[in-house]
Every structure is written in structure tokens, then in C-alpha cells.
């Protein structure tokens, strides 16, 4: 081999590999290239929507099972567990197989594993359906944003935060539909078999319009891998990912509690706590395309981390009903673009795929959503709830101090 050829393994290799990737897809038709974008949109729905189909069922699972308190938080780890051995092992996989057939592999594990749910005979077996259901959502997880990636960056114009917001549209028509035909006296096993089976359809639709695949060879693959475990872009993104999802985490899991406990809210008003962090999620992502667009990244992570912690103060120092729901709402907008903005960022990290910068970020991110809740309730344990909750406030000011100096370093 020649001096002036790069090595197989050299970052420069691996950056032509992805330029050449690019130029392929910015060369399709507009036309091609629009219908990979709504056969993403479909993606992230349905990955939404099946997440949401088994959130409904986690009471159906502890009844069915007998499960303590203990037994069914040693359920939901299950899930996590299965997430993050996808994110330390299936990256590479996914550069070398490429979007299409990681998305497709990654949602038929998901929905079957779902469907299998309630009907397996055992705690046993249905800790091993939960791993499998963890591992086929964080592989479906890191293909699609790479696929999202890719479009976005073939388009030429920011549309990950849209593309989340799908995922939240379709976790509120999972939760919807699956409420809806429970209340109408469905069989929850026929529920799951019904997502799943509905999942299945969309994907296989959704497929051949996904971007074609330029592959990585495995040499490349290989040295993204040890790239990513080196890079301090990867590490310093993750590192804000773990953050903003503690603040999520908390969110999702105590935000009724608060309305109930300390705001002393009805327990109707208590869930609509959730649906005023979640609501104003959604529509803070199908904005978050245009402010990037118009902004730029860092302009945005810093405005929408200082809208986070005015929120929280907001609740936080007015607990009364109102002004906490707008504090909550205003969360949700704050939150709203961290994933898709760190995300697409992630996928741009010089020397590393696009599935590898991923998989980093989002496998840190994990653990900011699985020990969030756990944080906040054992700060709430010594204090009060509210003190905990302080910490939410404290993560989103960090986030407005740290992460347009990441993002601007990154120049994303």
C-alpha cells in the first residue's frame, strides 16, 4: 500500500466512506428523497407506538404475574438491561448492514417480543421477552436515527426534531388506542398481537423507500469502533444526552406524584401533569427544525435549557395547580429538541459511523433515564419532593452553561 493511500482503518478512510454515502443519496430525485423522509416519519411512529402499546399493559404484567413492587422493577430493568447490551454490541452490525435492514431486524424483534408479553408462561421467560423487547427497541432506536441522519443530511435541512415529535405523536395514539380498545373489553393479549402485527405492516411498507445503503466495510466498521470509545466529542455529547434525560426520567416519573403530594391537585388533574410535560414535548419538536434551521444548534440547546429551568423553578416556587402545569408545560417544550439536536450531532463525529456515534450517546443517555427517577426519589427520601426536584433545575442550567460550548466546538 502507497504512503499517500489512507490505511483501511484511518478515520480519513472512514470519513470519504461517509462522504461518498452523501453524495450518493443527495444525488437521488427530490421526489426519492421526500419519501424517505415520510417512510422515517412512519419508523418513528410506529416505534413510538409500540413502546407506548406496552407502557399501557406494565399493570396488566403485575397483575397477571403477582409481582411486588421489587419483582416488577426488576421487570422494567429487564427492558433497560436488554437496551443497553444493544448499544455496546449491535453498532457495528448496523454500519456494516446499513438503516434498512437494521431498522426492519431491529422492529420485528421489538414487535414480536412485545406480542409475547402476556402470553409467556413464566417470571423467567418474561424477564427474557423484556430483554429481547429492550434490545430490539435500542437497535430499531440507533438505526432509525442514523436513517434520520442520513436523510436529514440529504435534504439538506434540519427535520430530526420533527421526526421525534413522531415518536411522541405515536406514543400518545399507542396509549390512546390501547386505552380505547381496553376500556371496549379487548383482550389485552389480542392488543399486543394487534401492535405488533400493525408494526409489522408498517415497517414492511415503509422499507424500500428508505435511503439505499452505501456499505461500510468491516475494516471501517472495526476502527469506528475503537474511535468511539476514544472520542471526547462522543464522551462530552453523551455526557450532556445522560443530563438532559435525568431531567426527562424525572419528569415522567414524578411529575403526578408532585401534582398529587405537594400541589395537592385531584387525580385527574395529577395525569394531566404528564399530559401538559408530554404535550408541550411534542409540539416543542415540530418547531425545533425550524429554530435549528434559523439559529443554529448551540442557540438552541441553550435557549431550550433556559426554558427547562424557568419551567421547573416555575412549579417548583408556585405549587399551586395552574402555574405548575404551565411549569410542566413549559419543561416539555424545554426538553423537547435535546435527543434529536445531540442525536444529529452524534452522528457527525469525524472518524466515527453515524450508527457507533449513536449508539455512545444514546447508551449514555440510557443511564441518565434509568437513574434519574431513582435520584430524584432518594434526594426527595432525605429532604422533601420538591428538594429533589431542584436537581432537575440544577441539570437543565448545567445544560445551558455546557452545551452550545460542545455543540459550537463541534461546529453542528
Not at 371496549?184 to 408498517?202: F, I, K, Q, R
Not at 423507500?209 to 469502533?225: E, I, N
Request: proline share 5%; glycine share 10%; hydrophobic share 55%.
Amino acid at each position: 500500500m502507497s504512503e499517500s493511500t489512507p490505511s483501511a482503518t484511518s478515520p480519513d478512510h472512514h470519513d470519504h466512506d461517509h462522504d461518498h454515502a452523501l453524495a450518493a443519496h443527495r444525488q437521488l430525485p427530490p421526489t426519492e428523497r421526500e419519501r424517505a423522509r415520510y417512510a422515517t416519519m412512519a419508523i418513528f411512529f410506529i416505534a413510538g407506538m409500540i413502546y407506548a402499546s406496552w407502557g399501557v399493559h406494565v399493570p396488566t404484567v403485575r397483575d397477571k404475574f403477582a409481582l411486588s413492587p421489587g419483582m416488577l422493577s426488576f421487570a422494567l430493568l429487564a427492558v433497560a438491561c436488554g437496551s443497553i447490551l444493544a448499544m455496546l454490541t449491535t453498532a457495528s452490525w448496523i454500519a456494516r448492514a446499513g438503516t434498512r435492514a437494521a431498522s426492519l431486524a431491529g422492529g420485528i424483534a421489538m414487535a414480536v417480543s412485545c406480542a409475547l408479553i402476556l402470553v409467556t408462561p413464566s417470571y423467567g421467560m418474561l424477564l427474557g421477552v423484556l430483554a429481547a423487547f429492550g434490545f430490539g427497541m435500542a437497535t430499531l432506536d440507533v438505526a432509525m436515527n442514523a436513517e434520520a441522519s442520513a436523510v436529514e443530511q440529504a435534504l439538506g435541512r434540519p427535520i430530526m426534531s420533527s421526526l421525534h415529535g413522531m415518536f411522541s405523536v405515536g406514543g400518545m395514539a399507542g396509549a390512546a388506542v390501547g386505552g380505547a380498545l381496553l376500556a371496549h373489553g379487548m383482550a389485552p393479549e389480542m392488543h399486543l398481537a394487534l401492535a405488533s402485527a400493525v408494526s409489522v405492516a408498517v415497517l414492511l411498507i415503509s422499507m424500500p423507500a428508505v435511503l439505499p445503503h452505501v456499505p461500510h466495510h468491516a475494516a471501517h466498521a472495526k476502527a469506528s469502533s475503537s474511535n468511539r470509545w476514544r472520542s471526547s466529542a462522543l464522551w462530552a455529547l453523551g455526557g450532556v444526552a445522560l443530563i438532559a434525560l435525568i431531567a426527562e426520567g424525572a419528569m415522567y416519573d414524578w411529575a403526578t406524584v408532585y401534582m398529587r403530594d405537594v400541589v395537592l391537585a385531584t387525580p385527574a388533574l395529577s395525569s394531566a401533569a404528564y399530559a401538559a410535560f408530554t404535550g408541550g414535548m411534542a409540539a416543542g419538536r415540530f418547531g425545533g427544525d425550524f429554530v435549528r434551521a434559523r439559529f443554529g444548534a448551540p442557540q438552541l440547546v441553550f435557549g431550550s435549557a433556559a426554558l427547562a429551568f424557568v419551567g421547573m423553578v416555575m412549579a417548583l416556587v408556585l405549587p399551586y395547580a395552574f402555574a405548575t402545569m404551565t411549569g410542566l408545560t413549559l419543561m416539555g417544550l424545554g426538553l423537547a429538541n435535546m435527543m434529536p439536536v445531540l442525536f444529529a450531532a452524534a452522528t457527525r463525529v469525524k472518524g466515527v459511523s453515524a450508527a457507533e456515534g449513536l449508539a455512545h450517546v444514546a447508551g449514555l443517555a440510557y443511564f441518565g433515564l434509568l437513574i434519574g427517577p431513582v435520584l430524584i426519589g432518594g434526594v426527595a427520601q432525605v429532604s422533601t419532593l420538591p428538594i429533589g426536584l431542584s436537581v432537575v433545575a440544577a441539570c437543565c442550567a448545567l445544560i445551558a452553561l455546557v452545551g452550545p460550548r460542545i455543540l459550537r466546538r463541534l461546529r453542528v
